[in-house]
């Protein structure tokens, strides 16, 4: 809401400084979005007029004119604007001028013509949007005045920004009021006397309101005899600093007492109505109208139109149609103020597109009873301007005034909730000064009653009022405390604190936490080669996503991840350790009937070599068992102890090297190699490992009881073990056999070497395992070890068939 | 003899003083003093020495025994000295040279400013839950006072999955899931993820917000300020500036943004503030009776308060990010720089 302070100081006197006045509007609630100083860099902008023009020599679509600007003799200006013409009043910015948009004036040589300052738009000048053509000024304005004192131009345009509560602040005289509140001075508003003719205006029109659900109140006017032209200069400026563009006197009559009152309006071509009457109803399904800014709009049946005897004649609270426009032939008006369902303008004006100053209000809800001083003011302005008579009387049709709501205020209560100290008088002048009636007062008793003003629709409550004081009385003023200790127990969420400990781990590990969006591409899940009745392609899609590629909520990962991958490696990044925390959402049943399960989900994936850059270290790339060490850290971080990697077949991986993550018999997730055909789907050439676990099951073992256990004090044995074995056999089925058929004297068991190649039959591999003995009360004899191995080694032999080496 | 034992005297000193390393020092050591060396061999001869001269002869041997076993052993550490800072020599290093790094990963920036805000807040007293990022309108907005058809709405531009079902906009509802469940007093925040179809440099669809509330006895307007003044120094240095301004968000009344003093400028105007001194970084306020009542509480009992902030603005201003989509594009270049 772009507010001219000049305008404002007609309804309200104050002694601030438009600096201080925005200040005071910031801290009372209506936050200043820019502040425009009207006239700052004209100094050297002056009225000239253009006596003679002429071609110019090197360029068509340039024009040299000799512009008189109070001096003796004319100066030579080059010019390139379509609108000049010859006796013409114009802006002048002569050389030194710096204009508001930026533009610094010198004498210049344009196409080789010597150029002494330049004819300005008003765009440039920084007094309205217009950028079609030169500014023209009145004819009786003096060559070589300054143009600011000339067309009186200096003001400070405050762009509010307003809440939607206060449509009472989309006006001028609303922010009087805020002003009046803040200062205490009172608002003076414009007096209304109109003058009405004899003839009645029901012999001239009728309005049926078919729809007063829709359309609460709708008055009009009729306003013969008048004469459609210009506006004078002082309603073009006020219809200029509010934003907008001057029209005619009617429409910027119209648009004026909407800034002022906050009240749209709408004037309508009386003859151009067929019958000459109003219909306000609901829109047929599929009916068309024509719209002011000349669009064709199809309607359906839940918007409301403004109507004649035949068709639709405008939106209702959203535009005027362009058949029954004000133009210069227009005699005789019907001037619309009315009132309209708030969620009906907002829907109707979104389904259209179209958002309108008018929409924009009505779409927050204003009062009924704002329809009648506007209409008024309207017409009075209409007759004093453009002249004509005012048939006597409104055609008003209204579903009845509600009783002003009545509202009782303990003063106790509004200071126990702010934590101040404010005085019941205090409160009293702040409601008054706001326009709320205070009544049944005592001075020995805490509570007063308050009448809400009609404009303060959003007032409805004790708190809305606390809220009325305190901003008024000012937010800074209260005193900031901390609240007293009500000694709550907080127990920290163990799922959080999980994520926590598995963010610290893995950062630990050398991994860069990721966070990617929730919602992926639909093709992600055809990258991943996923069949069609694979679970993960159970999505949830988004109803109105903003591109394709964001448009389904994720069930894995795994392809966010690759996507990271893919763009580091492209902007060269090619080793690529990261991991993330998030949710994948898994629903019950599609389409949705309840919340879909939001799983806490880790991925990590690796990419390129295995440790930073150096100049002595080697240059290996990661590959499974990198990451399945990062796993086992992980597991062992949180005290996760029982759980097993068993070979899997996932479409995703490599079909030799993956696995199934299976924690207490339960499987949380997989690790593996992905697929090559996937990796070449992302553009990848090197090998991705990649991971995904389900983090709810691991949270149980946060709470682990870790108990201490003594140190050793007799010595160990170390026996090493090499056996040839038959590929298929697993790693982990041998060192379970070892420990088994070990016993307890086994303290722990590790594979420290595998081979395969040259020397082993073909199929089988050789797997060398150090085996260390110790016994907690005493040293071991070499006797009794041997008899452990041996053991060893024979079931080894016997179970597995595998060849020990001796 | 004396003579004889003055040459072995000077003959060892003169070997000591020429050897360089350990092993011919420890032959010269045998030569001399070993138990088949020439001093011993010497002394075997003092059956010749007549018995008044046999002590002094004796004496003098040991003198010489002891001179050059002491010469030996400063020979020896000399030589020892030497042969370390030849060793010390030949281990030179570039000390300039780049070390081999354990690698060691970066907490996401977002995830750096939530733990920060957290860590404020539990220090507080706050309790950390969660709530779901697929909600029912119901909570994100009609049980904080937006009904359907409510301006409001247009603020937050919704992506909805069915009529019933959306990404939620905002962390409120988790108030509202906290308050149906547990009955007051309530200290809570609540980190999460949050969705607006909204695309550009400041705005992204997916982004992230801290949701806190407070409800009790006697919480008032005041608490709040204190609460959130407290928040803001200790996230954006104690000297900055923090302004309460009237706003309106339909689930508090009465409602205020939160401002701090321009870090840039110090509050003298600049492009980072749009030139008004200061950077909005909160929306807060008492908590509206409405949202209450929804919850079956009783308000004329109890108050509190409510805020909320956007994790990655605090983040852009913290860090001095330009573009928003940076925290999402996950660049390794730039996720470790924090």
Not at chain 1, 331 to 340: G, K
Not at chain 2, 302 to 311: L, S, T, W
């Amino acid at each position: 809401m772009r507010i001219s302070v000049k305008w404002l100081k007609e309804y309200i006197k104050f002694d601030l400084s438009p600096k201080e006045l925005g200040e005071r509007l910031i801290m009372t609630g209506s936050e200043v979005d820019e502040v425009i100083e009207i006239g700052e860099g004209l100094d050297n902008v002056v009225v000239g007029r253009v006596e003679e023009i002429k071609a110019h020599p090197n360029a068509d679509k340039l024009i040299l004119c000799s512009v008189n600007v109070g001096d003796e003799s004319p100066i030579q200006i080059v010019c390139g604007a379509p609108n000049v013409y010859e006796g013409a009043v114009v802006a002048v910015a002569l050389p030194g001028a710096k204009l508001p948009g930026g533009i610094s004036i010198k004498k210049a040589k344009v196409r080789g013509v010597e150029s002494a300052g330049m004819l300005c738009s008003m765009k440039e000048l920084g007094i309205g949007e217009e950028h079609g053509g030169i500014m023209i000024l009145s004819e009786q304005m003096r060559p070589g005045d300054n143009l600011v004192e000339a067309l009186n131009l200096r003001d400070t345009i405050l762009d509010l920004e307003i809440t939607p509560n206060r449509p009472d602040c989309l006006s001028v005289l609303g922010i009087a009021r805020e002003v009046s509140a803040i200062t205490g001075n009172p608002v003076q508003f414009p007096t209304v006397i109109l003058k009405e003719d004899q003839k009645r205006i029901e012999e001239l029109t009728s309005v049926e309101v078919l729809d007063d659900y829709l359309a609460p109140r709708y008055a009009a006017r009729v306003i013969k005899d008048i004469k459609v032209g210009p506006s004078p200069a002082w309603l073009q400026e006020r219809v200029r600093v509010a934003g907008m563009r001057p029209i005619n006197n009617i429409v910027d009559i119209t648009n004026f007492v909407m800034m002022e009152y906050g009240q749209p309006l709408h004037a309508f071509d009386y003859n151009k109505l067929s019958e000459n009457r109003i219909v306000v109803r609901r829109a047929n399904e599929g009916e068309k109208i024509l719209t002011l800014d000349g669009t064709e709009r199809t309607l359906s049946n839940d918007m409301l139109v403004i109507a004649d005897a035949e068709k639709p004649v405008a939106v209702g609270g959203v535009m005027g149609g362009a058949d029954s426009e004000v133009d210069a032939s227009t005699s005789c008006i019907l001037l619309e103020s009315a009132n309209f369902y708030a969620a009906s303008v907002r829907r109707t004006a979104r389904k259209l597109g179209l958002r309108t100053e008018a929409s924009a209000r009505f779409e927050k809800g204003l009062p009924s009873e704002l329809v009648i001083p506007a209409i008024d003011r309207a017409a009075q302005l209409i007759r004093k301007i453009a002249g004509g008579k005012v048939a006597k009387g409104i055609y008003d049709v209204w579903r009845g005034a509600e009783s002003l709501k009545e509202l009782e205020v303990n003063s106790n209560r509004v200071n126990k909730v702010l934590g101040t100290n404010i005085p019941k008088d205090k409160m009293m002048s702040i409601l008054t000064r706001l326009g709320f009636e205070i009544y049944d007062q005592a001075e020995c008793n805490q509570t007063f009653k308050v009448k809400v003003p009609y404009f303060r629709g959003d007032v409805s409550r004790e708190a809305d009022i606390i809220e009325e004081v305190a901003r008024i009385y000012g937010f800074d003023k209260i005193e900031a405390t901390l609240p007293r200790s009500e000694g709550v127990e907080v127990t920290p969420s163990m799922d959080l604190v999980l994520q926590d400990k598995v963010r610290t781990i893995l950062i630990g590990c050398g991994l860069d936490e990721t966070i990617t969006y929730s919602f992926i591409n639909p093709k992600a899940y055809d990258l991943l080669r996923l069949p069609a009745d694979d679970h993960r392609r159970r999505f949830i899609q988004i109803g109105n996503p903003l591109t394709e590629e964001q448009s389904v909520m994720r069930t894995t990962l795994i392809p966010s991840l690759l996507e990271v991958v893919a763009r580091n490696a492209h902007r060269g990044v090619e080793d690529c350790h990261i991991f993330e925390i998030g949710a994948t959402y898994i629903p019950e049943e599609l389409p949705l009937r309840e919340l879909p399960e939001e799983r806490r989900t880790l991925a990590i994936t690796l990419s390129g070599h295995r440790s930073e850059e150096s100049w002595d270290a080697g240059k290996e790339k990661v590959d499974f068992f990198e990451l399945k060490g990062i796993l086992e850290v992980l597991f062992e971080e949180l005290n996760v102890n029982d759980y097993e990697i068993v070979p899997s077949k996932d479409v995703i991986f490599h079909p030799m090297r993956q696995a199934s993550i299976i924690v207490q018999g339960k499987n949380i997730g997989f690790i593996g190699e992905m697929h090559p055909d996937i990796l070449e789907g992302y553009g990848l050439k090197d090998r991705v490992q990649a991971l995904e676990i389900e983090l709810k099951p691991l949270v149980d073992f946060m709470n682990r009881h870790i108990a201490y256990k003594g140190l050793p004090r007799y010595p160990a044995v170390l026996r090493d073990i090499a056996i040839i074995a038959d590929k298929s056999i697993l790693s982990r089925r041998i060192q379970e056999l070892i420990e088994k058929s070990g016993g307890s004297l086994i303290e722990k068991v590790h594979l420290f070497d595998t081979y395969s190649g040259a020397q082993i039959p073909e199929g089988k591999r050789s797997l060398a395992y150090s085996i260390i003995y110790r016994h907690k009360d005493r040293t071991l004899t070499d006797e009794e070890i041997n008899v452990v191995h041996e053991r060893i080694m024979s079931v080894l032999t016997e179970e597995l068939g595998v060849e020990v080496r001796k | 003899m004396r003579e004889e034992l003055e040459s072995i005297r000077v003959q060892c000193l003169n070997g000591i003083s020429s050897v360089t390393i350990h092993d011919d020092l420890e032959k010269l050591r045998v030569k001399y003093l070993g138990k088949k060396g020439l001093l011993t061999k010497v002394l075997r001869g003092m059956g010749k020495v007549s018995p008044e001269e046999r002590p002094i002869i004796g004496s003098i041997a040991n003198e010489i025994r002891d001179e050059l076993e002491e010469a030996i052993k400063t020979r020896y550490s000399y030589i020892k000295e030497k042969e370390k800072a030849q060793r010390f020599e030949t281990e030179a290093i570039d000390v300039t040279m780049p070390g081999r790094r354990r690698s060691y990963g970066k907490k996401h920036p977002l995830t750096l400013i939530i733990d920060e805000i957290k860590e404020v807040f539990v220090g507080l007293g706050y309790e950390v839950v969660e709530g779901p990022e697929i909600e029912l309108d119901y909570y994100n907005f009609e049980a904080l006072n937006v009904p359907p058809d409510h301006p409001a709405r247009d603020l937050q531009d919704t992506f909805y999955i069915t009529d019933d079902f959306l990404l939620r906009t905002q962390t409120s509802p988790v108030q509202i899931r906290v308050m149906e469940s547990q009955s007051p007093p309530v200290k809570i925040i609540a980190p999460g993820k949050v969705y607006r179809c909204d695309s550009d440099v400041t705005h992204s669809p997916m982004f992230h917000q801290i949701e806190g509330l407070a409800i009790g006895e006697d919480i008032t307007f005041g608490d709040l300020k204190g609460t959130l003044t407290i928040f803001s120094q200790r996230l954006f240095g104690k000297d900055r500036g923090v302004r309460f301004r009237p706003h309106y968000f339909p689930f508090t009344e009465p409602s205020a943004e939160v401002d701090i003093s321009c870090m840039i400028c110090n509050g003298k105007g600049c492009r980072l503030c749009s030139n008004t001194g200061w950077i909005e970084i909160l929306g807060a306020g008492m908590v509206d009776p409405q949202v209450f009542k929804v919850v079956n509480y009783d308000y004329s009992k109890i108050g509190g308060f409510a805020f909320g902030m956007g994790v990655e603005r605090i983040a852009m201003l913290k860090y001095g990010i330009d573009d928003i989509r940076l925290f999402f594009e996950n660049d390794l270049r730039f996720l470790e720089q924090f």
